[in-house]
């Protein structure tokens, strides 16, 4: 039996019943009670909604294998399920392409005031000076993390005759003619735009802090589309009263679910909404129709179904 505990396209279900798989859909299902239905599960399809720890793990004696829709896996215990033998797969190579053209639109977006000028002709208000926006060509663009997304989003900026600059730590050889491999401080240093494609760990959580935004000297925008902790949402805020940076794109935030803010969380949202140098979108850079489909066909490729 499989679980699928997200939403999902239907090619995965029907692919998974085709082979003579029993799927179980439960893409509300609690942490809860996914707990009281694993007895007989041979398989986990999953997403960032649902924590698979070491309970899931030991309600699970049949499980051979757990599939990630998307990139990251900071929500799996990889080190508990490969003692227990399990597999677990991700698939960044179905978002990635949706991931670097979400993060171009907003960094395109922002620097040419597009958002706001928008909402302001929709309210009869027609400013031209004001709304005068840069040109992303000939600018430097620093990448931080040259995974999947990063390498996206670079291939995309080919065009626009930026020069480019990429952090990462866990890689190196990956410079050449379209991109130069530099340290972060280098990045900081050079960049006039800084998007994050990196995972969140314990290394990379708030990677993006006071100290970090001290170091930056162009006045950079910040786009981050990877996870919420990258940035630490108190920090941002900081550099952004200082002046420190031109704006900031988000499409994810510490805390995702609005309802559940806490005070300090709340303050710090309404603050960021009310800036018109800050776009945030609600964590669907890799979401698009073509990613939805082709993370369920990579999923199943990987799988070997």
Request: net charge neutral; glycine share 6%.
């Amino acid at each position: 039996m499989i679980i699928i505990t997200a939403k999902v396209h239907q090619y995965l279900i029907d692919t998974l019943l085709q082979k003579g798989y029993e799927v179980m859909y439960e893409p509300l299902i609690t942490y809860a009670e996914l707990l009281s239905k694993l007895d007989n599960a041979n398989g986990l399809v999953v997403t960032t909604r649902i924590k698979i720890d070491k309970a899931v793990i030991d309600k699970a004696p049949k499980l051979k294998w757990i599939g990630r829709l998307g990139s990251g896996l900071e929500l799996i215990d990889i080190d508990y399920a490969t003692q227990h033998n399990i597999l677990c797969v991700s698939t960044p190579e179905g978002n990635r392409n949706a991931v670097a053209e979400h993060v171009l639109g907003m960094l395109l977006g922002l620097m040419n005031n597009i958002y706001q000028a928008c909402d302001e002709v929709k309210k009869g208000i027609w400013l031209r000076n004001e709304n005068r926006g840069l040109e992303l060509s000939n600018k430097t663009v620093g990448i931080v993390g040259f995974g999947n997304t990063g390498r996206a989003f670079a291939k995309l900026l080919a065009s626009f005759d930026v020069t480019l600059l990429a952090y990462d730590k866990y890689q190196s050889g990956f410079g050449g003619k379209m991109v130069r491999e530099v340290n972060l401080d280098q990045l900081c240093k050079y960049a006039d735009v800084i998007s994050f494609h990196v995972p969140l760990t314990a290394e990379t959580k708030y990677m993006a802090d006071e100290q970090f935004f001290k170091a930056l000297k162009q006045k950079p925008y910040i786009i981050n589309a990877s996870r919420g902790h990258i940035i630490q949402t108190e920090a941002l805020i900081k550099a952004l009263e200082l002046n420190q940076i031109k704006g900031a794109a988000l499409d994810v935030l510490e805390n995702e679910d609005l309802n559940s803010l806490t005070a300090e969380q709340s303050s710090q949202f309404n603050y960021l909404t009310s800036r018109k140098d800050v776009l945030i979108t609600p964590h669907i850079a890799g979401y698009s129709q073509e990613a939805f489909y082709k993370m369920s066909k990579i999923l199943l490729e990987k799988l070997n179904i």
